[in-house]
């Protein structure tokens, strides 16, 4: 496991070394995403113990976890943070394989996952605060043929100088960072710039860069793929509009895929917009996959061209909260034509319940969480008709 205390030494002596902080808005934590709740915010010692029970659920994701526990602490001000978790993942025991093959048994049983955090914020460098971040995780999966074991170290940082947020961030082991898309990624720097502001109204420009690699594609798995983004995204007090590039360029081997081949490109629409209790949530997408070069011509690729669309609406209530949401042509691999998986696209259907202010006004003082939520989804392949699959989740967290 790597050695956290090293890291929590280092930091000690680096906060010595600095001259005391201006007072101002600290820097979020490791992992947050700019605009997330800072240290500032929560309490110096804080205690979050939260569950999952997948009831109903043809696939297993990380996100089932039996037990998931965190302890915050906050030392000197604010300026250096510590917080250590721990989790009980559910593996493959609540997976349905009747739904496939009534012979096939689980191979993962269950598994634990542990991982520390320590946060620095730095003194004022061009009018804002240096925020340092680093984490050290362990995982161990319990299978039928044995125990496997992995480690991962990540690292962050993030400094906001006139009003621009720059952001990088390193990862041992790469990272998913966007759901609808099958890359994972070692390596990501971000920069937001404001473009205007007016009363409640602020506009900014968005540019991201990433080093990732393809997942999920077996004939593909582990390809290099370099990720930019260019993006403007306008907010309000009931409103948010966003638009979206997205230039996606795999490092093309010989034997694997035609030479030649282009980037692919992405351009997303989004938008959310709140009416009083009712607040909605639509996306469209554009993809052109890659076209390939032949005898110096550019093959048409309009057949090609595909789109994605998502959508969701919540019912906030007094005591709970009602949200749908739909996706249809969802293909996390549409920037690879050549991978079987490319030509599969799925629709999506969920529902989710949220309990939460009913169980926060039963025990006040504390924040109780309760949920269930229900998913259904469905893959279309050519030639292979259509196959469903569905899944039914209880969360419930306390922290005290």
Known sequence: MPDIRRVAVIALLLQCGCASVPSGKPAAEPGAAPGDATS??????????????????????EDNALIASRVDLGLDDRRLRYSARYRVESGDLFRLAEATDPAAVPSVLAGQRFGQD????????????????????????????????????????????????????????????????????????????????SGERRQRLL???????????????????????????????ARESIARVHVIEPAWMDGLTPAGKEPGYQLGLGHRRDFGDL???ALVTLRQPPAVLDDGRYEAFEDDTSWSANASLTWHLPLASVSATWAQGVNPLWFVPDA????????????ALDLSRWMEGLVPGSVRELGFTWDWSQVRAPGAGAVGESAIALDVAWMF
């Not at 113990?49 to 997948?54: A, E, F, L, Q, T």
């Open 207 to 237: 540019l991201a860069g990433r080093e990732c690699y393809i997942a999920g594609a077996e004939s593909h798995a582990g390809l290099p793929v370099r990720a930019w983004s260019l993006g403007w995204s306008s907010n309000g007090a």
């Open 40 to 61: 500032a915010d929560r309490p110096a010692i804080r205690l979050d113990v939260d569950g999952m029970v997948p009831l109903f659920s043809p696939e297993a994701t």
């Open 340 to 351: 079987p998986a490319a030509t599969q696209d799925r629709d999506r259907f969920g529902l």
């Open 118 to 197: 320590v946060a620095l914020t730095l003194p004022e460098l061009a009018g804002a605060p240096v925020s340092l971040g680093v984490t050290a995780e362990v995982q161990e999966r319990w299978q039928l043929a044995g125990q496997t074991r992995s480690e991962n170290e990540r690292a962050h940082l993030q400094w906001s100088p006139w009003r621009a947020t720059l952001r990088v961030e390193w990862s041992e082991q790469a990272q998913a960072f966007d759901p609808s898309l099958a890359l994972h990624c070692n390596l990501e720097s971000s920069l937001g710039l404001p473009v205007r502001e």
């Open 279 to 281: 607040s909605a949530e």
